[in-house]
């Protein structure tokens, strides 16, 4: 108890994950549908990794709350299509237009941002019909919109489609 500890966040759960860290320390909302955060102030957090998250946005998200096509597959899969995650997961969304807005947070006053965080990208296109840049994405999530390379943030990819991504270290 009290002591860092290093997170490991998928897809999603990478976007959530720095929408709290960025919140929390500025005191600023980025979306009037997320309530409830309190800041850690013990700075538990030491390191975070994230397994192809979309941190500009993500063009299947788009797909499925935008085009009838990508609503089609949504439901096939099970998947809501109209939900208020796959609207704020588009590129230029206000939510990820807000979010990448800000350079992230020093998790340890210790450590610079680079020492910190890392992106892990795929590049195993898995769905048929669904690329956004052959080899350049895990199916879901481009390794540009992963990226947050403008922010000193280390990237690195592998040959892994975006389900897989987040087995990896399970």
Known sequence: ????VNLVAH???GLVTRHYIQ???NGVEYD???NGLEYDENRTLKRFVMLGTPNHGSLASFRAFYTTIGGRLSEAIGKDDRSPANR???PGSTFMYALN???PERLQPSLEVEN???VIAGTRDFLPGHSEIANQ?????SVASASLLEHEVPLATGHLGHLALGSAVG
């Open 88 to 90: 704020q997961m588009t």
């Open 1 to 4: 108890y009290g002591q860092p």
């Open 101 to 103: 807005s800000a350079s």
């Open 32 to 34: 009037e549908e997320i």
């Open 23 to 25: 919140s929390a320390t």
């Open 116 to 118: 910190s965080y890392i």
């Open 137 to 141: 994405d895990d199916g879901v999530v």
């Open 11 to 13: 897809s999603m759960g």
